[in-house]
């Protein structure tokens, strides 16, 4: 199994292109030696050709671009994705479903929860049927996943705990689905990848689930739970939008000390988080911890 990391940072991106801010600023003036991150995103391919392309960022033109095995196949249009997999319904990992629009009929597998935020709040669907149109597959937490896209991988969702977008009917009423986890295996050699860019808490299912897998591809949005209040650009804490910060006692690094012998890989920055400085205090405690920073273009084998 091969994973692609096609965009790394949280929604914005990184820089943010109206934030002047903080490594954002530094960024722009090339006082920093942290590299410019496209919105999160990540492209699984097994024993086949084709990839699933998991979650379409705003940024999903410049991915193909800057990945060739996803750019057209032999003849005048084509591309290496076989189909796309939606693991919520925020904008930054939907929006780029209309910059697919000039292919073929894409094969969208999604919770209902998900489904019914973009067919009513963010109406995505909608706006593709006027275009080359998509299938929906449903996607149930705790159930397999057959793709035939991804032949010699096993998917499973696992429902977080999150926070489904401000423009979903459910918003102040969470629901299992609004927001998922993916256990991929790698029927070849064994070996787990658990998924999971947007995780709130970590329920005794998904430690689970993290205890039982190879490789952990999670939450790096934020560092502390007030960092975007600190530095004076939002009012919402880590927790109000669905995120787990790295620091603290009950924090996303003490978490993942659990699991030492694992590969841990933190990944959906945010601009704000200081992580991605390399020469920073906090990306420092991450090292120390021995856990990765994403960056676009990584790449694990399972």
């Not at 896209?149 to 969702?157: I, S």
Request: proline letters at 6%; aromatic letters at 4%.
């Amino acid at each position: 199994m091969e994973i692609k990391v096609l965009g790394s940072a949280a929604g914005g991106g990184f820089p943010q292109w109206n934030s002047n801010v903080g490594l954002n600023r530094a960024l722009h003036d090339g006082q920093t030696r942290a590299s410019a991150r496209t919105q999160s995103s990540i492209a699984v391919r097994g024993r086949g050709e084709d990839w699933l392309l998991i979650n379409a960022s705003p940024d999903i033109r410049q991915q193909i671009l800057a990945t060739p095995a996803l750019r057209p196949a032999p003849g005048r249009r084509g591309t290496g994705i076989g189909a796309v997999l939606l693991m919520d319904s925020q904008i930054d990992h939907t929006a780029g479903l209309t910059l697919l629009r000039e292919g073929e009929k894409l094969d969208v597998h999604c919770t209902r929860q998900v489904y019914e935020d973009l067919t009513t709040g963010w109406p995505l669907f909608n706006v593709l049927s006027h275009y080359c149109g998509a299938d929906w597959h449903e996607i149930v937490p705790g159930r397999d996943i057959s793709l035939d896209v991804l032949p010699g991988v096993g998917l499973r969702a696992v429902a977080l705990s999150s926070a489904a977008p401000p423009y979903s009917p459910h918003r102040q009423a969470p629901t299992p689905g609004d927001n998922i986890g993916l256990v991929l295996t790698d029927a070849a050699t064994g070996r787990r990848v658990f998924y999971a860019p947007g995780l709130g808490a970590i329920d005794d299912v998904v430690a689970a689930e993290m205890a039982a897998s190879d490789v952990l591809l999670v939450d790096g949005t934020f560092f502390t739970e007030t960092e975007m209040i600190d530095q004076g650009v939002g009012r919402k804490t880590a927790a109000s939008m669905g995120h787990l910060p790295q620091s603290g006692e009950q924090g996303m690094l003490a978490t993942l000390a659990r699991w030492p012998d694992k590969r841990r890989v933190l990944i959906h920055i945010n601009n704000t988080n200081p992580i991605l400085d390399p020469d920073s205090e906090a990306r420092a405690t991450v090292a120390a911890a021995g856990v990765e920073v994403a960056h676009d273009g990584m790449e694990i084998v399972t």
